[in-house]
């Protein structure tokens, strides 16, 4: 079976296989399958905005403008936004300090901004596994749409 | 100055890794004061990476490591990051506890006395960090995390991204008679303070 690897501040679609992302820690991987042409898209995004940094030149890195370009490459090969829905994991906060630090809470940004710009976009979110303190590895199929979640802690689940 | 760690020249990486290596053996000092043995050091690599690199890191991106956490404050604010894989950690547990540890799993003492570890290795890179720049520097509370090392490196990675589409890692090797630890620890300044350090260690 094809199996594409997306690494960190990395996308991919594939029509016939399976993407993959290991260790997802702070960082969400933004999934969106395109249900009647059956076309699945990863992304693996790091920060919130590419509006807030001057550092902006790889789109995959931000949740805003990753999105954009993911949805872009499925419509290149013959995806439709309207036919498309979004799954959502990551997003963890794997180290605690008292202090606000608000880089530390950059998990819980990444997801409210992936979350946005999905509205903003008219893509719905049918389901999530975020949050948490842990780390997920994940696999989007695209012969079904299912995302598979696997953890040290907790096992093995497909949201 | 207009700093772009994308384009770090090899001086800056020598004087990094320098800075490094007066670190480990200054935490190399005091991991034999607390173990009261000798403790040998080998000379640390410094490589800059790019995020796509970071998965081949520690063993692949699902593999268990031991992170430990710190925020530095003072003259210069960024964090740092001591990371070991779990035979180091196991290995540094039997060093410590000066007993044969059966299997990875660590209980919540053993937990705390590698945080503790962390916390001098830290603290000693920080002190001579100090020292060589004249700055004022404090490292707070560790905070530790077990868990696969693709998620705990995407904590700094996620803060090297501010600024790079690279990370910058330093690797060094603690051993204790035959039992070596593999340490790495991450230093990371933000992108104003990056150019403080650089600048109070006279390469800018």
Known sequence: MNSIKVGMADLNIVKEGTLVTLGLGSCVGIAIYDKRKKIAGLAHIMLPSSKEIKNNSNKAKFADSGIELLIDKMESVGGNKINMVAKLAGGAQMFKFNNNNDILKIGERNIIASKSKLKELGIRLISEDTGGNFGRTIEFSSYDGSLKIKTIGFGMKII | ?204
């Open chain 2, 1 to 204: 100055m207009n700093l772009d760690i994308n384009n770090l020249n090899n001086i800056l990486l020598d004087v990094l890794k320098e800075l490094g290596n007066i670190g480990a053996g200054n935490a190399a000092t005091a991991l034999a004061q607390m173990l009261n043995n000798k403790v040998d050091m080998d000379v640390p690599q410094v490589r800059l990476l790019n995020f796509s690199e970071v998965d081949s890191l520690i063993g692949g991106a699902e593999n268990p490591v031991v992170g430990i956490y710190f925020c530095i404050n003072g003259d210069i604010v960024g964090n740092i990051m001591f990371i070991l894989d779990l035979e180091s950690s196991k290995n540094l547990i039997e060093i410590l506890l000066n007993k044969k540890k059966p299997d990875y799993d660590l209980n919540e003492f053993e937990i705390s006395a590698l945080s503790e570890v962390g916390n001098i290795l830290a603290s000693s890179y920080i002190n001579c960090l100090a020292k060589m720049t004249n700055l004022n520097l404090k490292t707070s509370i560790p905070s530790i995390s077990i868990d696969m090392a693709g998620a705990i490196l995407s904590v700094p990675a996620i803060q090297f991204s501010y600024v790079s589409d690279k990370i910058l890692f330093i690797e060094t090797e603690f051993s204790e008679n035959n039992k070596s630890i593999t340490g790495n620890l991450l230093l990371i300044p933000d992108i104003d303070s990056f150019e403080i350090l650089l600048e109070n260690l006279g390469v800018s």
